[in-house]
């Protein structure tokens, strides 16, 4: 950073002694239709500072350093549109930016002392920036095809972010933050000029004639282009060099804001048996009148503010499946969350309003925040958890004691699965082995009984049970030696392993 002592005289010695561009070259820039801004760039001056006075500012000074050089300084326009930036870093840009951000700040209030600033450029600038790159290596001696300008992005991050605080009333633009604040420009002017980049132009013919499933690929996005351009030596004749400069119209920005999830834990039960753990639709139509997902995300959502949610738990139980015991563990991602953060008696005040409004069907408990290592690890953890189960369990033979003897031995079991069949429609077909931990039979009369289960993660346990016609071996009817089916399972317990 110079120690000159005004803006105007720190610009003036940095172009007069250390700049790229001595003054013939700052002429063939200003006439090849680039900004002030942009000739900084080229010139590679690199404290960010002196980008900031006013553009007419900034070509007083080289004005002064082009004259005193015996040069004659190139006319241009106030509203003419840099060859470069497309304008990107003139002052009426900057003021639409600062618009933009005041009319988001209206309806968006975050809980946030610091935001960090994205900013993503039409492609074109990319192709214009090299091709001038090529046009004034020729002309500057100092210049050559391979000098980088200093970078566009960080020179408009530094001239609108102060803009875009204030518009926010957020103070700090931080390298890392929960809130983003996106400024994306566009520009339709040019949008097509990319395709003078062979590769670019060929990828997009190419595409036009296929048929593609999912989301489309963009071919000619930033780094797209940044790939096509650095695999060409020099500028082939289809790419316009200098690039023209008889442009018409200023760039379009959009602001729009983006928070982190905020992300909160917990355990729940479910008492009531019909209830799916995720809203259940079946080709197009609603079954079911509401979801543990539903019971508990609709209550959190208006506590932080947020837009929507997502439900992730630690594996799932079916719909006629009780979920007992200590709870199954799971995760509220909350998006787009103006608040980020509750007190202890904030979430106090959220866990029991979820008991109240699901009393008798849902419950949670250990409600807390959590953080993306818990989100990514919740799934993880379900695979080595052990789980403990009751069923009422119908047998076709009379369960004597000598009948149930072969289960209550089970310790350690190592069972052979094959997916079932009432899930094959959505899971591969495979044979997956499991364990048996422990089992325990308590008869309640002559063909009925509960049965206690511990299992490995994953185990199929009514499958188990009626051994899914031979699909899963052994099986429980397959050890009493007649027909056997489950009428009523409960998840009693998730154990870590």
């Not at 106090?348 to 250990?366: S, T």
């Not at 189960?389 to 350690?412: F, N």
Request: proline letters at 5%; hydrophobic letters at 40%.
């Amino acid at each position: 950073m110079t120690t000159t002592s005004t803006p105007a005289a720190a610009l003036e010695h940095a172009l007069r002694h250390a700049s790229r561009l001595d003054a013939k070259g700052l002429v063939s820039a200003l006439s090849a239709g680039l900004c002030a801004r942009c000739v900084l760039r080229f010139a590679q001056v690199d404290d960010l500072a002196l980008y900031s006075p006013p553009s007419t500012d900034i070509r007083d000074v080289m004005q002064a350093v082009v004259v005193s050089s015996g040069e004659e300084m190139p006319s241009s326009s106030a509203d003419a549109i840099c060859s470069c930036c497309l304008s990107v870093l003139s002052d009426r840009f900057h003021e639409d930016v600062r618009t933009q951000a005041l009319q988001v700040a209206e309806t968006a209030r975050y809980d946030v002392d610091s935001f960090t600033l994205n900013i993503k450029l039409p492609s074109a600038v990319l192709l214009r920036e090299y091709s001038l790159r090529h046009h004034l290596a020729a002309l500057a001696p100092r210049l050559s095809p391979s000098t980088v300008p200093v970078d566009l992005k960080d020179v408009l991050k530094h001239l609108v972010t102060d803009r875009v605080a204030g518009a926010m009333g957020i103070a700090t633009c931080a390298a890392k933050s929960d809130l983003a604040v996106l400024l994306e420009v566009t520009h339709p002017e040019t949008v097509d000029e990319v395709r003078q980049i062979p590769a670019i132009r060929e990828q997009l013919e190419t595409r036009g004639k296929k048929r593609h499933r999912g989301p489309p690929v963009i071919l000619d996005g930033f780094g797209a282009v940044t790939r096509a351009l650095s695999a060409m030596a020099t500028p082939v004749p289809s790419v316009q060099t200098p690039p023209s400069s008889s442009l018409t119209t200023l760039p379009t920005c959009q602001v729009s804001l983006e928070r982190e999830p905020v992300y909160l834990q917990g355990r729940y039960l479910k008492y009531k048996r019909g209830l799916s753990q995720t809203p259940w639709v079946l080709d197009g139509e609603r079954l079911g009148d509401s979801s543990v997902e539903e019971c508990i995300g609709d209550v959190a959502l208006p506590f932080f503010h947020a837009s929507r949610y997502k439900f992730h738990t630690a594996g799932r139980e079916d719909v006629d499946v009780r979920m007992l015991g200590n709870g199954r563990p799971f995760i509220l991602e909350l998006l787009d969350a103006k608040k980020g953060t509750l007190s202890s008696d904030e979430l106090a005040a959220l866990q029991d309003a979820v008991n109240r409004k699901n009393d008798g069907i849902v419950e949670i408990r250990e409600v807390r925040p959590s953080n993306k290592e818990y989100f990514a690890n919740l799934q993880a953890g379900a695979d080595s958890k052990r789980k403990t189960y009751c069923c009422v369990v119908w047998s076709a033979r009379e369960l004597t004691p000598d009948a149930i003897a072969p289960i209550d031995a089970i310790q350690d079991l190592v069972i052979q699965q094959k997916t079932p069949v009432r899930v094959l429609h959505r899971r591969t077909l495979l044979t997956r082995p499991k364990v048996i931990h422990a089992a325990r039979c308590e008869v309640l009369n002559a063909h009925y009984m509960l049965l206690r289960l511990t299992t490995s993660a994953g185990t199929y346990v009514k499958e188990f049970v009626h051994g899914d016609r031979g699909r899963t071996v052994p099986n429980v009817a397959s050890l009493l030696g007649a027909d056997a089916d489950i009428l009523q399972l409960d998840v009693e317990s998730l154990i870590d392993a």
